[in-house]
Structure formats: C-alpha cells, structure tokens
C-alpha cells in the first residue's frame, strides 16, 4: 500500500532549458521526458499514491508544428516505457478530452500507445501515474456537467465529481509549478480546489529529488 498522496505537476520550462544551453526548445522537452523518468522513480521510493503530470494541454496545440510532432513523440516514448513501469510496479493512466469525443485531437498512433500502455500495467498494484494529454481543466468540468445534466440527475459536487474523466482520481494534496511561473494553466481545477502550491524555480528538467522534497514537506 502506498500513501495514497496525490502530487500533480505542471512541467515547466523545458524550452528555456534548451535555449540557455543553446540547443533547440525539442531537445528540452527530451531532457524534460527523461527528468519525468527519474522523478517517477523517486515518487515510488517517497510512497507517492498518486503522481499525475501535465504533458500537453488542449492549449498546446498551436505551438509550431514541429515542436507539436516532437511532444507527441515523445508521449509515445513515455507510454511505451512498460518494462519500467512495471518494475516499479507503477499503474498507468491518462487523462484528457475523451478520444471519441467532436474536440478530441489525439492522434491514432498516440491513442494506441496510451492504450496499450494502460492495459500492460494494469495490474500493478503501487503508485498511478496519470499523464495528462490533450487535457483542460475547463473542458473536463463542462462535460462532467453536461454528463451530469444529461442523466437527470442534480448538478451537485457530487454528480459532478462522478462524471469527471477519472472519477477516482483523489484530490491533489500538492501542486507543484516549475520554472518561476506562479499560474494554475486549466490544470485539474476541480481536483485541486484545496491543494498546497510549491512553486520552484528550477526548470522542469533540472526539478529532482530535493526539489519534490520541498513540495512534499508542504504535506507530510
Ligand atoms: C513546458 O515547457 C512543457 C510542456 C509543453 C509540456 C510538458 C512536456 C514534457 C515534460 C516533455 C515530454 C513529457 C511527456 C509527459 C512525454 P515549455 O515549452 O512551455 O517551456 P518554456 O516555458 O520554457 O517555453
């Protein structure tokens, strides 16, 4: 059993990262997946429950094409990190605009990767790792009421937390933002509503075990 402690994280500043380094704003989102990598495995010795991260927001979708492709890439990496996973006896999930839904902009080759990742982890038993993609607050929120509408039932916290898109996500006991931006960016608005904020100056690639330290003392 773990502690059932929820920690969600908006990974900032990969693309400052990179171009303090002078290397492209892709390769900070690179060092940025691989950071996520190591930070999992310190969540499981810290006996996180529940650790869910930001990957790519329903606002994302305008950034440069290119640079779109490589995040998308590099969710197919992640996704595709099973054997890991599996060590550590982490469960994956996602969360986000539900695939068959009219907004939806996940690509096919993402959905399997997501798909097949969930299924091959689904039985382990440690930490949940819930990687949002294509994931706004605010349209989660709109389809939960309008999923709560649609069944007659009153709109309550209640219903509403029901039809959210993963309704067994806990509250989040702590948010952390990288990268000195202090913004709460739509993410799990309705899950957060009383967490602790540890914003960190670090960007997202050099945010490590000291760093979740200092967030997870807000809590513990
Ligand atoms: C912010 O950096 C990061 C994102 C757009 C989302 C997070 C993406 C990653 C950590 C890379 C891969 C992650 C997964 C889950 C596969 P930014 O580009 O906004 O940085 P900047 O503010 O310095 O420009």
Redesign the pocket.
Known sequence: MTSGLHVACI???????AEHRGLP?TA??TE??EN?ARIVRVAVRRDIGWLT????STE?WVRPRGEVRH?LG??E??FGRVRELNELNVRIQWIGRPFDSAEARTPKYVQRAIRKAIHDTATNTGMVLT?AFDYGGRAELMSAVRAARASGEPVTPETIGTHLYLPELPPVDVLVRT?GERRVSNFLLWQSAGAKIHFSEA??PDFDERELDAALALVR
């Open positions: 990974m900032d500043g990969n693309g400052r990262w704003r900070g989102h940025g997946e996520l991260v930001f990957g790519f994302n995040i590099l969710h990496r992640l990687v990268s960007p997202w």
